[in-house]
């Protein structure tokens, strides 16, 4: 009698706060502030009550609804502070165009840091704990994020901003149809007179990368230009440079580099200054994201409709949050190519 139990409850023996309360040796009331009033707790005492919860599969939350009958009308996004994420171009203007449109949807953005380089589920437990926010919309998607199964298995509404690559049975997401961008900025190069069409993207393996480039290889193909040398190089602008160095020096006058961000991009730009190549009539440019770096270096990019993926997202998190059924399928959303001088071979007019 009052014994831990060995083997948390079947999905017929939905745990309940009793189960908990015995597994992480507390009171009912415990478990209860756990749920409900975390700041109450020391800190040990509800990293315990935690375990005991993810251990047992107990959904909280389905207790918290029935106390609570007004929601917050906040949806958590978290904002990467370290590596990679840090150099995220899209982040930023997903995050006003989401903070722009949850207006209308009646409701509110609440952004919260992370430290890690990758995405982790401690501040979206911490988030859920204390009771700040609704659901929560999740980017920079990969293999292997931890945060899709975690966000599932307790109950936690979310949708997503990129597929979510390890559950193709999950629909409420969002994502750019990367391939069908680069494929537009080829044609737009083969157009502009260009007869070579170089790459610049990311390792081998990133999803978004690897989508870039299959649009970029193809439509070479399709639109009768030669496909030039390949680099790569981790979101960072000294690795680029290293890596556009490679590619840049390779081409002769009238090629051009297709990348796979806009800060690529610019990696392009500074190497193509240092070799004194004329930007735009000596070597095509054209980023990819729409972010305002190219636009301070007027770079060519394929632009992501902000506006259109943050409208798309709030409409899911609101079906979400109405118990309506998941769509048949996610949605994938067309870029749109911005035309600057940095991907034309005319001759800048010059002052009289």
Known sequence: MGQVPEDPPTAT????????????????????????????????????????????????????????????????????????????????????SLAIAAVENQCHIVPFGSNTPTPMIDG??????????????????????????WL?????????????????????????????????????????????????????????????????????????????????????????????RGVVTALDPGSAVLCASDLLALAVHHVAVEERRRIGPDLGIVGFDGSFLAEMHHLSTVEQPFALIADKLLHLVRNALGGESPPVEGRLVIPSLIDRSSSSRLEPPTLS
Do not use: K
């Open 13 to 96: 023996e939905r745990a309940t706060i009793s189960d908990v309360a015995r597994r992480a040796r507390v009171s009912r009331q415990t478990v209860s502030n756990a749920v409900h009033n975390p700041q109450r707790l020391s800190l040990e005492t509800l990293d315990r009550v935690q375990r005991a919860i993810d251990e047992l599969g107990y959904r909280p939350q389905a207790a918290a609804q029935s106390l609570r009958h007004q929601r917050t009308g906040a949806i958590g996004f978290e904002i990467g502070t370290r590596g990679p994420r840090r150099a995220n171009e899209t982040l930023s203007p997903v995050l006003s």
């Open 124 to 149: 979206y437990r911490a988030m859920w704990r204390s009771r700040l926010v609704d659901a929560f919309i999740i980017a920079d998607t990969h293999h292997g994020d931890p945060r899709p199964e």
């Open 152 to 244: 599932t298995r307790h109950g936690i509404p979310f949708v997503s901003f990129g597929r979510v690559w390890d559950d193709p049975t999950f629909t409420r997401w969002v994502d750019v149809d990367g391939a069908a961008g680069t494929a537009e900025a080829v044609h737009h190069l083969a157009g502009a007179g260009y007869h070579t069409v170089a790459f610049l993207g990311w390792p081998e393996g990133s999803v978004t990368g690897d989508d870039r480039r299959r649009g970029w290889a193809r439509a070479c193909e399709d639109a009768g230009v030669r496909r030039g040398p390949e680099g790569s190089s981790r979101q960072v602008l000294d690795d680029a440079m290293r890596a556009a």
